[in-house]
């Protein structure tokens, strides 16, 4: 489990690409699109430069402390937050169950590489807070990584930091 503890019993979870989920909804595209068929009313279909990220809760009572991203290169990732317990194989993803705020860090192309990333701290911030109340009923909770501008998955490293309630 990717969970590091430090004396002040701080706890980063790191988000993981769900590579079996991405290709499911990988799968239902392609189904929609060999059919010649229409997504459903409302539903979110998974785009190109989308995957699925997964962030597991080993306890559930968290705070929430920080962001950690790091992301070689430019580009620009966004991150939404699924708020159901969300299964491809039975059920199809609805626009409804995205959360908002959503994350979003960049970085531009005439920025020097060792820059710091840009993000909307407010709203990451409420993004945290959110994840954080989410935890309290779940053990799993899913994103959509959106990978724009030259960001790829390889260049990214993404974590959380949580402080335990109790």
Request: glycine content about 4%; hydrophobic content about 35%.
């Amino acid at each position: 489990m990717d969970m590091e503890k430090s004396p002040s019993k701080l706890m980063v979870l790191e988000f993981k690409e769900d590579t079996a989920l991405t290709e499911m909804m990988r799968l239902r595209v392609s189904s929609l699109k060999r059919s010649g068929q229409k997504r459903q009313d409302g539903e979110r279909l998974l785009l190109p430069y989308e995957a699925v990220y997964r962030l597991d809760f080993p306890t559930q009572e968290l705070n929430f402390s920080r962001w950690y991203f790091s992301l070689s290169g430019h580009g620009r990732v966004t991150i939404t937050g699924i708020s159901q317990h969300w299964t491809p194989d039975l059920t199809n993803l609805m626009t409804r169950q995205l959360l908002e705020p959503i994350g979003t860090f960049w970085r531009n192309s005439e920025d020097p590489e060792d820059s710091p990333l840009k993000c909307l701290e407010a709203d990451m911030q409420e993004f945290g807070e959110r994840i954080a109340e989410l935890a309290k009923v779940r053990k799993v909770m899913y994103f959509l990584f959106a990978f724009k501008d030259g960001a790829e998955a390889a260049n990214l490293s993404c974590s959380i930091e949580f402080t335990p309630e109790k």
